[in-house]
């Protein structure tokens, strides 16, 4: 009785022919987009990396061996070690953790609020809107990185905090922008009908308003990831990100490096060079998802 | 016109306000006490209690945080920013010390990478999805991508280890000795300028892309016009709004790069000034380089706003 059909699914995908299997797609966006590729490549391995880093590597990123001070990249220690004599690649294995945290977590939250914000100055109007755009106009004006690094001296250094100081200065940026594209959609014709025909302001929000504002706010928030990232190794840079010893990039490039860096260069390099690939990842795989969206920028 | 031009001129008066009070509040939320920091000591317990009562009386701040928003806001009217708690001197005077570096650093880097900028981001969408696009794109994303202190840090390495260069201490102005101030300054305005010029050949490069698709450029082919005329003639002009507004919102990132750079390459700018005024909570300084630099971005951000009807006489002001 028991009767299998091992075969009817494919043939069924198959009827509805010009369908590109997953892996066809995943060709057709290497052929047309090979830096969006390379991209998504970096992104993927980065993300593989802050995961396994534990399995990855046979080194503590926190425990260091003092005879092992300034040893040379070598068969052992494959990008050498840092002046505690901690293993540098697996300090940047465990740093990809913490810079994609406060990518992600930073651009994300940073993004979203603004997005909110611009919503709501468009979509209210009058008072809420002037009094949200003067708090947007000094928000803007306040210089950035100082703005970031009082925030991260109040809060103090931690990693959680730094997301704080980097995501605030996002917001009035990205509500700038997401106002201007809610107002246009307001402006709409199709929107007055929608209104006309009795549409809650809910209604008009949440269904015609936020679909429409999704594609800058996905545009921003890739553009953010990279942005973020570059911020905590500023921030940590100076000396105002994390603190010792947590493997940031950023950290990793600070005081000690640049003053090591005679004896030591590659302490100097190799971080350097995690940050820039992994920005540069995020940038690239970015500017495709925009080129995809925005369809003025479409080649044909 | 005048109207529009009044109107915004208006608007900087509650942008600045709000500017001055959050940075004020901010400073005083800060934790951390000057009066302790200049008597040398974390811990309270070191400190003769006397002695810090004393301190705090002479900096001022002692009184009533009210009272002293009021003395920050009354100088302000009168550009008197008080004097720094750490040296005592007229915060003006430290600011006109430090000025000429930040500045000639900020107005070469952008200066230099506006004119690389424009006509690689022209050359890449005149040429897209050729190998000129695609290197284009690739050096520009990296200018994105690569830290500008970590470029401060490689160029120091390879100066220091190959011709055995060290970053000179004082800084000689431009009317003093222009040779010696170009041999301090072609680096630090490198390592600026390199994310600048990057941001702004990106954004040529896609405007000029959607230029190229409007109607009136097929008619100029269709013309027969050559090909630069209508690249540099007709698309560049049309183009050129979105990028201008750009250098305007990139100032904020000059700030930023100002900052990070003068670190790395230890130069006595504002940039550098800020941070250590932070660290030191050195209020009046912070408070009124924040002041200034919010200014800056104001005064510039508008200025913007009023040279696109010069470059599109269809905008006018209202």
Redesign the interface.
Same mark, same amino acid.
């Given at each position: 009785m028991s009767v299998q059909y091992p075969l009817v699914h494919v043939t069924a995908s198959e009827s509805l022919a010009p369908r590109l299997t997953f892996g066809e797609q995943v060709v057709k966006f290497i052929r047309t987009k090979p830096l969006g590729a390379a991209g998504a490549l970096v992104v993927l391995g980065m993300l593989f990396v802050a995961v396994f880093a534990a399995a990855l590597t046979r080194y503590d990123p926190y425990q260091g061996d003092y005879s092992l001070q300034f040893a040379r990249p070598s068969a052992e220690h494959w990008l050498g070690t840092d002046e505690f004599g901690r293993d540098l690649l697996t300090r940047i294995m465990y740093g990809a953790r913490i810079a994609l945290f406060v990518g992600f977590t930073a651009s994300f939250s940073g993004c979203t609020l603004g997005a909110l914000l611009g919503v709501l100055s468009a979509y209210w109007g009058g008072k809420v809107d002037l009094l949200l755009e003067r708090l947007m106009d000094i928000l803007l004006a306040f210089p950035q990185l100082i703005l970031a690094l009082a925030i991260a001296s109040i809060l103090g250094p931690a990693v959680q905090n730094v997301v704080v100081a980097i995501a605030i200065p996002v917001i009035p940026r990205v509500a700038r922008v997401v106002r201007a594209t809610a107002l246009s959609v307001k402006e709409h014709q199709y929107v007055e009908a929608v209104q006309a025909l009795g549409a809650s302001r809910r209604r008009v929000v949440l269904r015609h308003i936020i679909p429409n504002i999704m594609a800058p706010y996905l545009i921003m928030l890739t553009a953010q990831l990279g942005a973020a990232i570059l911020a905590e190794a500023a921030l940590s840079y100076l000396g105002l990100g994390t603190a010792e010893p947590t493997p940031s990039w950023g950290l990793m490039l600070s005081g000690s490096a640049s003053s090591y860096a005679e004896k030591a260069p590659w302490i100097a390099l190799f971080p350097g060079i995690a940050i820039s690939l992994g920005v540069f990842g995020f940038n690239l795989f970015g500017d495709s998802l925009r080129d995809a969206l925005d369809p003025k920028l479409r080649r044909g | 016109m005048r109207i529009y031009l009044a109107k915004r001129i208006l &608007?900087i008066v509650? *942008?600045?306000l /709000? %500017?001055a009070s &959050?940075?004020f509040v901010?400073?005083r939320? !800060?934790? /951390?006490d000057v009066a302790l920091l200049i008597l040398g000591g974390d811990q309270a317990g070191n400190i003769d209690r006397e002695q810090l009562t004393a301190m705090h009386r002479q900096l001022g701040l002692d009184q009533p945080w009210l009272v002293q928003y009021g003395t920050w806001l009354w100088g302000l009217l009168r550009f008197d920013f008080g004097n720094s708690l750490w040296t005592g001197q007229p915060v003006v005077q430290e600011l006109l010390i430090r000025l000429p570096l930040s500045l000639e650093l900020a107005f070469l880097a952008t200066g230099v990478s506006v004119l690389i900028a424009i006509p690689l981001g022209m050359l890449a969408a005149a040429r897209?999805?050729t190998w000129v696009d695609?290197v284009v =794109?690739?050096v520009s994303?990296?200018g &994105? +991508? @690569?830290?500008s202190?970590?470029v401060g @840090?490689?160029v @120091?390495?390879l100066l #220091?280890?190959y011709f055995g260069w060290g970053p000179p201490l004082e800084f000689t102005p431009p009317w003093v000795d222009p040779w010696a101030n170009f041999q301090q300054m072609v680096w630090p305005v490198i390592t600026v300028g390199y994310r600048y010029a990057a941001v702004t050949t990106r954004m040529t490069r896609?405007t000029v892309?959607?230029v190229l =698709?409007e109607d009136y450029i097929r008619t100029a082919w269709a013309k027969g016009l050559a090909e630069r005329v209508i690249v540099i003639r007709h698309a560049l002009k049309n183009a050129m709004l979105p990028v201008i507004t750009l250098i305007g *919102?990139e100032f +904020?990132?000059l @700030? /930023?790069g100002l900052?990070?750079t003068e *670190?790395?390459f230890t130069l006595n700018g504002v940039g550098r000034f800020? %941070?250590d005024a932070? +660290?030191h909570r050195d209020y009046p300084v912070?408070q009124a380089? #924040?002041f200034v !630099? +919010? &200014?800056g971005?104001?005064i510039v951000n508008l200025l913007i706003d009023l040279t696109y009807a010069w470059f599109d006489p269809r905008i006018r002001y209202r």
């Open positions: - | &608007l509650p *942008t600045m /709000g %500017v &959050l940075v901010i400073m939320v !800060i934790p /951390g897209q999805d695609y =794109r690739v994303i990296g &994105l +991508a @690569i830290p202190f970590w @840090i490689l @120091i390495l #220091v280890i896609s892309l959607e =698709r *919102t +904020a990132f @700030i /930023g900052v990070v *670190t790395v800020v %941070v932070v +660290a912070v380089l #924040v !630099i +919010a &200014l971005f104001v």
